[in-house]
């Protein structure tokens, strides 16, 4: 795509002119689609000719139609593509983002409807796990939800325990990643630190003896009292934003979308100074999606 057709900024009047049709998305998907030139998804030729609709391509050899959405995350919406691309705005640069109860009011459609979407704009925001975090990075678990109320104290109801990894900068913090575990064991903490953290980075942990092993590959990890979270200020604050966040729009979230959360989460925090191409980059991820993320997702 051209740069001077690139949709950039968070402005919802600019971005209502610019999308007034699903034309115009349809116009807009294709240029992502077919940005490094056209491939027949059937039978691999490079050539074409104009397709049933103006955004089609049909191939010249086996004379496949291909829509711009097939064999995205935009295929067989059950809404028209503008109302997804509105949606898709609001979740890119809303500073919270939306939530299917939210999203059901304000564009009128079933919340069932707006669950599923939204679902899969999830999916295109997690990690690319091309940039792991580096410098000082400070590691913890915490735990969300909890004993359910009303049913007595022995229930464990549906507690869910969070890895979480931070940048921390002179300034604060940087970016952040969270994945959701069974155990605080040296398996799934290292398998975590490994997806996300690069292997020189000065890594700050308690003392918690899960962390002990990882000491072999991250060189530079460092175990140090908790006292409270005091040595830890930054990554807690961190912790209690979540936290809210969840709790504000999310009324009830089972451990396997958890994930999907924690990611919807981070997509935005990470690129907090970036907002300009948040929106370009969540509509490529969605084209571009293939379906080979680590976790496994609710459907
Ligand atoms: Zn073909």
């Known amino acids: 795509m051209a740069d001077n057709n690139l949709f950039t900024g968070v402005n919802s009047i600019k971005f209502s002119r610019r999308f007034r049709d ?3 998305c349809l116009i807009y998907l294709s240029d992502i689609k077919w940005a490094n030139g056209y491939n027949c998804k059937r039978c691999g030729n490079n050539k074409f000719s104009k397709g049933k609709k103006p955004q089609n391509k049909r191939c010249t050899k086996c004379n496949y139609d291909e829509s711009p959405t097939v064999g995205t995350l935009f295929e067989k919406l059950k809404f028209p593509v503008l109302t997804a691309f509105h949606i898709v705005f609001k979740i890119a640069t809303k500073k919270k983002g939306m939530s299917s109860l939210e999203l059901s009011r304000e564009f009128e459609l079933r919340q069932k409807t707006c669950w599923a979407f939204k679902l899969k704009i999830q999916r295109a925001m997690a990690s690319s796990l091309k940039y792991p975090l580096n410098g000082t990075v400070h ?4 735990t969300v939800g909890g004993p359910e109320a009303g049913k007595g104290g022995r229930s464990k109801g549906d507690k869910k325990l969070i890895v979480l990894a931070v940048e921390i ?3 604060g913090v940087g970016r952040a990643y969270a994945e959701i575990i069974e155990h605080a064991s ?8 490994r997806k996300y953290i690069s292997r ?5 942990t308690d003392e918690w003896r899960g962390y002990l092993p990882l000491k072999k590959e991250f060189i530079n990890l460092k175990q140090v009292p908790s006292k409270g979270g005091k040595n830890f200020n930054d990554l807690h604050i961190h912790i209690m934003n979540i936290k809210g966040w969840l709790r504000g729009i999310h ?12 990611d919807e989460y981070h997509f935005r925090h990470n690129r907090r100074s970036n907002m300009g191409t948040i929106f ?3 509509l490529k991820r969605m084209v571009n999606y293939k379906k080979n993320t680590s976790f496994t997702v609710e459907t």
């Open 169 to 171: 900068l002179e300034d």
């Open 186 to 193: 040296a398996k799934e903490l290292g398998a975590f630190l």
């Open 22 to 24: 699903d034309e115009d």
């Open 139 to 142: 590691v913890d678990e915490f």
């Open 200 to 204: 020189d980075a000065m890594v700050v």
């Open 280 to 282: 370009n980059l969540l």
């Open 251 to 262: 009324h009830h979230c089972s451990k396997k979308r958890m994930q999907n959360y924690l």
